[in-house]
């Protein structure tokens, strides 16, 4: 079991920047690959990035890339999204998910097994 808790969501005028972090609980945070989706209201929740379990690939959707980046420290079980030029398309709750390595469709709800309960991002015009 993996339980996660996201922080630094937040109210930010659009250009700026926020930077998320999830806490992962238990000893097999390594063995996981993270990513983050959000959720807008009246939307699906979508995939927004991923990154293995060593940090050595990351993955992102097309409207975040060159925006935000993805990182993880293992020794602190913790995964991060940085989120730079903040766009008001971009306000939605974030969900940290953790899911096994080396699956084809990481950009999709199902290849992860849990997930965190989501932190508020709102950008302002």
């Known amino acids: 079991q993996v339980q996660l808790v996201e922080s630094g969501g937040g109210l930010v005028q659009a250009g700026g920047s926020l930077r998320l972090a999830c806490a992962a609980s238990g000893r097999t945070f390594s063995s996981y690959a993270m990513g983050w989706f959000h959720q807008a209201p009246g939307k699906e929740r979508e995939f927004v990035a991923r990154i293995s379990r060593n940090g050595g690939s990351t993955y992102y959707a097309d409207s975040v890339k060159g925006r935000f980046t993805i990182s993880r420290d293992n020794a602190k079980n913790t995964v991060y999204l940085q989120m730079n030029s903040l766009k008001p398309e971009d306000t939605a709750v974030y969900y940290c998910?953790?899911?096994?390595?080396?699956?084809?469709?990481?950009?999709?709800?199902?290849?992860?097994?849990?997930w965190g309960q989501g932190t508020q991002v709102t950008v302002s015009s």
């Open positions: 998910a953790a899911g096994p390595a080396g699956d084809s469709y990481y950009y999709t709800r199902r290849s992860y097994h849990y």
